[in-house]
């Protein structure tokens, strides 16, 4: 059997797919945080078309509160769960790695949306793994006895984020909120000394 990937027929069935993913989703690409990286704008350069045939109103999705980790701009959505890839890894984090069921699809149709059911938050130490799964360098976790792999993305000598690298062996493909958010204590405002707050309002360090 052959299977041909680079038909005409295989090229426009790719754009027609592309372009209903692309129906709703804005023009954020320069501001967005996963411009250069995002999945969605490496298949839309390959297998996507030049022009949309969508004239109507893109529809407006209110931005949900998942909790104090996790942003959301819910306009970029793609709700790609709809299509069995992201749900599947929604659920390993939610399901068998932490143990809650807290993101899931809700409604149906154009009014379709991912989000928490009866608007809970997410509270689960784990939460921010969500961050990487919607569509630098190595080094090991010092904050937990795991010893997870990580990526370290710096600019400079500054850190801007860390990330999990994968390793079956330790943990996979997640890390802990602790981690994930740990840089943000390298900062320079960062406490090297106990201080008290004096009568004249200043803080004066303690010896």
């Not at 709700?79 to 929604?90: A, G, H």
Request: with cysteine; proline share 4%.
């Amino acid at each position: 059997m052959k299977i041909k990937t680079d038909t005409p027929i295989a090229k426009k069935a790719r754009e027609g797919v592309m372009e209903f993913l692309l129906m709703n989703h804005p023009l954020d690409c320069p501001i967005c945080d996963q411009g250069g990286e995002c999945d969605l704008q490496d298949q839309s350069m390959a297998f996507g078309s030049d022009r949309g045939r969508f004239t109507e109103m893109k529809r407006s999705v209110v931005d949900k509160n998942l909790g104090p980790l996790v942003k959301t701009i819910m306009t970029r959505c793609i709700q790609c769960t709809s299509k069995d890839m992201f749900i599947k890894q929604v659920c390993k984090v939610c399901n068998r790695v932490v143990g809650v069921q807290d993101l899931g699809m809700l409604r149906r149709g154009s009014g379709e949306e991912i989000g928490t059911y009866v608007e809970k938050l997410m509270t689960s130490e784990l939460s921010g793994n969500v961050i990487d799964i919607c569509p630098g360098t190595e080094s090991i976790d010092i904050t937990d006895a795991v010893g997870s792999n990580i990526r370290i993305d710096s600019r400079g000598p500054e850190v801007m984020r860390i990330l999990p690298r994968l390793n079956e062996d330790v943990n996979e493909e997640w890390i802990s909120d602790k981690t994930r958010f740990f840089y943000d204590g390298l900062k320079r405002q960062r406490l090297n000394d106990p201080v008290i707050h004096g009568a004249d309002g200043r803080f004066k360090t303690l010896s």
